[in-house]
């Protein structure tokens, strides 16, 4: 039997999907990729049929569906409905496989002189809304 | 599968059908106090309507009581909402609204690196609320404006006195706008962007 202070606080929240999160990556926490961020942009990189699914998880192909047109990696998470880390294990998995390419964001340091074409594409593409 | 050898990586030519080259992505943070209006202002700009995600962040011992002297862990889940901007077929601009409570924010430092830079919303009459996130940039170094949300296109107050109660860099553009209208959620991005090619690094002013 348990004692009372064991539980966690997020045991009562985790209740409200059918599936813990975790269990979706095999208890895995950590994505072997670190350098995936909110903004990596995911592309699928060829279609389902040429490939087996054999391996895939469900969550897996709901990525490769999802990623036909390139998307970052939070809007990946957004439509999965999982938490962002446990949506890079998988994105993290799919990459190991060949089976997405992920493109980092553009490098913007802070202090750093930003690229002026860019910021001229960004402000076009605003006063163009 | 006679195809199959293509998706080797060779560096290049692996054009798919379908898929030209994948666009690269920059982003843009919404900050402010909880109900300043960083959703709407998301909503009224972005291409698609807001998204929702979240984290779970590691909490170690913060606000907890500590029972036996061993240090506790909690985890705890920081949601934001955001939205896209499709710059050209080469470049796509996310706003991510960034949790209300500040703190988190230096455990999630995927948020916050590599932010082009910041709009900070306030509410006249709550200015205070605006503190902990204009603190925040001014810390990190993150170029950030300042827009004063004013629904039904009420200004109880002058942007000097905004300028003023918020001890603001002179160098801070501050903009007054209804974050409901696309084009003043618009003209306060428009705002950042020109403060980011005027080059002003935040702690020479001088020119």
Redesign the interface.
């Given at each position: 039997m348990s004692h009372w202070a064991d539980g966690s606080p997020e045991d009562d929240e985790a209740e409200e999907s059918l599936v813990r999160p975790y269990t979706i990556t095999h208890g895995r926490t950590a994505s072997a990729r670190d350098d995936l961020t909110l903004i990596t942009v995911i592309a699928t990189v060829a279609p389902d049929e040429r490939h087996g699914d054999r391996g895939l998880q469900p969550e897996h192909r709901m990525i490769l569906r999802q990623c036909r047109a390139p998307v970052a990696l939070a809007e990946v998470a957004a439509g999965l409905n999982l938490p962002v880390a446990v949506t890079k294990i998988l994105v993290g998995d799919l990459l190991a496989l060949d089976r997405v390419t992920a493109r980092p964001p553009l490098a913007v340091a802070v202090g750093q002189e930003t690229d002026m074409t860019l910021l001229q594409a960004v402000k076009d593409a605003l006063l163009g809304l | 599968?006679p195809?199959?050898d293509s998706?080797e990586?060779t560096g290049s030519q692996?054009c798919?059908a379908?898929?030209s080259t994948?666009?690269?992505?920059?982003?843009i943070l919404i900050a402010g106090g909880f109900g300043v209006g960083k959703t709407t202002m998301v909503g009224s700009?972005s291409e698609i309507p807001p998204?929702?995600?979240?984290?779970?962040l590691t909490v170690a011992g913060l606000g907890v009581d500590d029972?036996d002297g061993v240090e506790r862990k909690?985890?705890t889940?920081v949601a934001l909402d955001?939205g896209?901007?499709?710059?050209?077929s080469q470049?796509?601009?996310?706003l991510?609204g960034t949790p209300g409570q500040e703190r988190f924010w230096f455990m999630w430092n995927?948020?916050v690196?590599?932010?082009?830079g910041a709009v900070v919303l306030a509410d006249t009459r709550r200015l205070e609320s605006s503190f902990a996130s204009i603190d925040f940039f001014e810390s990190?170094?993150?170029p950030f404006v300042v827009g004063v949300n004013c629904f039904h296109g009420l200004r109880d107050r002058t942007v000097d006195e905004v300028r003023d109660a918020l001890d603001l860099d002179p160098g801070i553009p501050v903009v007054m706008g209804d974050l409901r209208e696309?084009?003043d959620s618009?003209d306060l991005?428009?705002a950042l962007?020109?403060l980011?090619?005027a080059?002003r690094?935040?702690a020479a002013v001088s020119g």
């Open positions: - | 599968m195809y199959s998706d990586q692996v798919v379908g898929t994948t666009p690269a992505a920059v982003k700009v998204l929702h995600t979240e984290e779970r029972l909690t985890t889940t955001f896209r901007i499709t710059v050209n470049l796509v601009l996310y991510f995927d948020l690196h590599g932010a082009l990190r170094g993150v696309r084009l618009r991005l428009v962007v020109n980011l090619m080059g690094p935040p």
